[in-house]
């Protein structure tokens, strides 16, 4: 075999979810030299398998987890401000159950939920009448109370490929399908061995990140020759979207027999995503589905409360993710701890293993591993995410609404909905996608409905898109409309274009 291609880097991280990418931008941010690697696409797990919200975690105000809710509602807030185009305010609707929670506990709660961090983009709780209000009609008529509350909705997927875009533009090389496959010391480094493709990489290290996600413990044992001292706990989550239930732009938080939470929310316009299950799982990450139980459990749950009923047949796409939960002495899946916490081990050489978190408190987390990096590789300037913006999110005023009104007048010719699709895509950046397009004859071919040739050569280019499955479901959920249409023809398009679009992002 000959001998590998070699890099050096002050940090390489492992792991191309929304920690590892948030990890590597705020290192690139503080001038340390930064290599990513993903064993996939961007995003292509967990970090894509989430309930698409920013929030505090009102249930976990029941756990007692004061310090955890605090932290993510602060976080909530800095997101909002940080990419206005893929964070959007979302009211939320609890139809009391009385026999569940007793009233004056939902509202003690929502009071601390208001209240435990400065809240300056949303709107505070409130009771409301079930049998006047618009998201009363969808209900069955006993509901006839409830409590309404404030959180964000996001596109997950997007912010992990908003973090490795500003990761990139402050330094930081990203390669995806590139698995590292083991890490040997070498005089108080590491010397990674990464595959990517068909080429091997030796690449010197002076600390690393293991961000894998469901993969940490394994990626330890199995690639370092490191002993970690914490655990994760598999925790499967899956989710059902079925044709819209309701028009209104409210979402619903439903409570269960179990004590469990439920969320149904408007979602990708001509949908409603109910979500999450949480069940102890033990096989394979990458290759986790939903099962019977867990789709007949949400149906089953959204029927105790919609007028309109589901059958498992109603399921028009389906997704599981398995979180890493950080391992404790809970005994059930619900009520383990969604904070993190970080390992970092010196000898023989600097490790950093990232154990649990949740998608609103990655920036923080980053935050807190880049710090804590700098006690070994020695401070390179202080946290600066807080008040910056993710690329696309520089809106005028800070508003997508005042964004949107921009843009209607400056393409008047793009189809509102088109234009609507790609507002909340790129924010800032769909210059980058449109180039100098006048019309919509600028834009190249309309490949598959929807999706111009304009669009495709900017995914594959900058956004580190490679075959159909990123493009439709992950840089864009194009893929949910259009369950029932042949798609060959992207896939034959980003075959004959495999060569011309894409970033030289090799080694060197």
């Known amino acids: 075999m000959s001998e590998p291609a070699r890099a050096s880097c002050d940090l390489l991280v492992v792991g191309g979810g929304i920690n590892g990418t948030g990890i590597a931008r705020d290192a690139a941010g503080r001038g340390l030299r ?9 995003a292509a797990h967990t970090s894509s398998a989430s309930t698409k919200l920013i929030h505090g975690g009102l249930r976990y105000l029941e756990e007692l987890h004061f310090a955890l809710v605090r932290r993510a509602l602060a976080e909530r807030e800095i997101l909002l401000a940080a990419a206005p185009h893929i964070m959007r305010p979302l009211r939320f609707i609890m139809p009391h159950a009385a026999h569940l929670r007793a009233a004056w506990l939902i509202r003690a709660g929502l009071f601390l939920y208001d209240t435990l961090a400065p809240r300056t ?3 505070a709780s409130a009771g409301v009448d079930l ?10 008529s006993g509901y006839r109370r409830g409590f309404v509350y404030s959180d964000v909705q996001t596109d997950d997927a997007r912010l992990v490929v908003l973090n490795a875009l500003d990761a990139r533009a402050r330094g930081a ?23 990517r493709g068909s080429v091997r990489y030796a690449v010197r290290a002076r600390a690393v990140v293991n961000a894998t996600g469901p993969w940490v413990s394994r990626f330890v044992s199995e690639a370092s020759p490191v002993r970690a001292a914490r655990e994760v706990r598999l925790v499967k989550g899956s989710h059902i979207v079925v044709p819209r239930l309701f028009a209104h ?17 408007p979602y990708e316009h001509d949908f409603t995503l109910i979500g999450t299950t949480d069940v102890d799982y033990h096989g394979e990450p990458g290759t986790v589905r939903i099962d019977a139980g867990e789709i007949s459990y949400l149906c089953a749950l959204a029927n105790r409360y919609f007028t309109q009923q589901l059958v498992p047949a109603d399921v028009v796409w389906s997704y599981s993710g398995v979180r890493p939960l950080l391992a404790d002495e809970a005994s059930d899946p619900m009520s383990v701890t969604r904070d993190y916490a970080l390992e970092l081990d010196r000898k023989p050489a600097p490790l950093l293993s990232v154990f649990g978190g949740k998608i609103t408190t990655y920036r923080r987390l980053a935050e807190d591993a880049v710090t804590l990096l700098g006690t070994v590789l020695g401070e390179r300037g202080g ?55 006048a019309s919509p004859a600028d834009c190249g071919r309309e490949i598959l409905p929807q999706l111009y040739e304009c ?28 369950v029932n249409t042949d798609t060959s023809a992207l896939e034959r398009w980003l075959e004959n274009s495999a060569h011309g679009t894409r970033p030289a992002t090799e080694l060197s």
């Open 249 to 265: 732009r409210f979402a619903y938080i439903f409570q269960n027999e179990d004590r469990r939470i439920v969320f149904a929310i």
């Open 173 to 195: 090389l990203i390669l995806t399908r590139a698995r590292c496959e083991r890490l040997t010391s070498l005089d108080n480094a590491w010397e990674a061995t990464v595959l």
């Open 34 to 42: 930064v290599i990513l690697c993903e064993q996939d696409d961007l």
């Open 131 to 140: 049998r006047t209000h618009i998201a009363g009609a969808s209900l069955k």
């Open 455 to 482: 669009e495709l050569e900017y995914l594959c280019r900058e956004e580190f898109a490679h075959t159909a499955q990123d493009i439709l479901w992950r840089r864009s959920k194009l893929g949910l409309h259009l």
């Open 383 to 437: 946290p600066w995410t807080a008040a910056a913006r993710l690329p696309g999110g520089d809106m005028p005023q800070g508003s997508f609404a005042v964004f949107l009104r921009s843009i209607e007048r400056r393409y008047p010719w793009l189809p509102a909905r088109l234009r609507l699709r790609l507002a909340h895509a790129y924010g800032t950046r769909l210059e980058r996608v449109l180039g100098t397009a």
């Open 121 to 123: 983009h949303l709107a």
